[in-house]
């Protein structure tokens, strides 16, 4: 079974804690903050408790983020 949502709607289930959806979908809490303003998916989704992010320029589509010091 896929579980699929948004960071969004991770926000409202988490009641707004951001560093409780960064654990929850892997990833850091400036890359939650990142997609704070996708509620529909469209640069993101977070895909079995994983990140998945849209690559612009490529074939892939969305592909797990690779984490970098920046996040």
């Not at 303003?37 to 320029?57: F, Q, S, Y």
């Amino acid at each position: 079974m896929i579980n699929a949502y948004s960071i969004p709607e991770l926000l409202i289930s988490y009641k707004g804690n951001i560093s409780a959806v960064a654990r929850a979908a892997n990833t850091t809490r400036v890359s939650v903050r990142r997609y704070l303003d996708d509620p529909n998916c469209e640069r993101h989704a977070v895909i079995n408790g994983k990140l998945m992010t849209w690559t612009v320029g490529t074939s892939k589509g969305f592909c797990q983020r690779k984490q970098t010091n920046e996040d």
